[in-house]
């Protein structure tokens, strides 16, 4: 592991991932900054006190890396579950997919006597309204399955 603390900034770095501004106990009030390589380190002060190598993390090393672990937790925890729609959010969905297959219906849209090209699968298109119209009359709160909107299949005579 990889550390760098500097309480002035409040500030600490593990393994190159920074979370400031943090708080915990015990630092001396002349410690400008701790580093540490894998085992071994030095604490620098600001006070004109010379370097001090160390070999064992100061009981203030570990308060500071339990608080970025606080951080890091907190940074990485998973979101909350995403709230199920109202049901008039639902009927909000089922009135737009109705709208946006409105042009299916109109009469001559399936006829191959009065379109050419006409929409062949037009009772596809009726049977999927009729499932979502449902909701769009009687809604109904949560996370629904939503039928599969068809495919256009187009034939000209």
Known sequence: MILTIVPSDFAVYEDGLCYAPLTWAGTPSNVHALQW??????IEFNDG???EDITVLPQWADNAMASWQVAYDEAHKPPPPPTPPTAEENKATAVGLLQSTDWTTIADVGNPQMSNPYLANQAEFIA???SVRQYAIYPVAGDLVWPTVPTEKWVKV
């Open 37 to 42: 390589q894998t085992s071994s380190g030095w």
């Open 49 to 51: 006190t010379p370097n």
């Open 128 to 130: 999927y309204r009729n």
